[in-house]
């Protein structure tokens, strides 16, 4: 029986996937927030299917 991913699990993940893309310089810190939000998203749309 699978264990569900809790709520915090997936805002680490989407953080930490969100926070090397700005050590990298793929992203600005001025638009963390909404691609948070769709890193996030994709994240609970993908574990949670």
Same mark, same amino acid.
């Given at each position: 029986?699978?264990? %569900?991913?809790?709520?915090? /699990? =997936?805002?680490? +993940? /989407?953080? *930490? =996937?969100?926070?090397?893309?700005? *050590? =990298?310089?793929?992203?600005? %810190?001025?638009?963390?927030? *909404?691609?948070? *939000?769709?890193?996030?998203? /994709? =994240?609970?749309?993908? +574990?949670?299917?």
């Amino acid at each position: 029986m699978e264990k %569900p991913v809790s709520d915090e /699990a =997936i805002l680490k +993940v /989407a953080k *930490e =996937i969100v926070v090397k893309f700005i *050590e =990298i310089g793929r992203l600005s %810190p001025s638009n963390f927030s *909404e691609t948070f *939000e769709s890193v996030y998203k /994709a =994240i609970r749309e993908t +574990v949670r299917s």
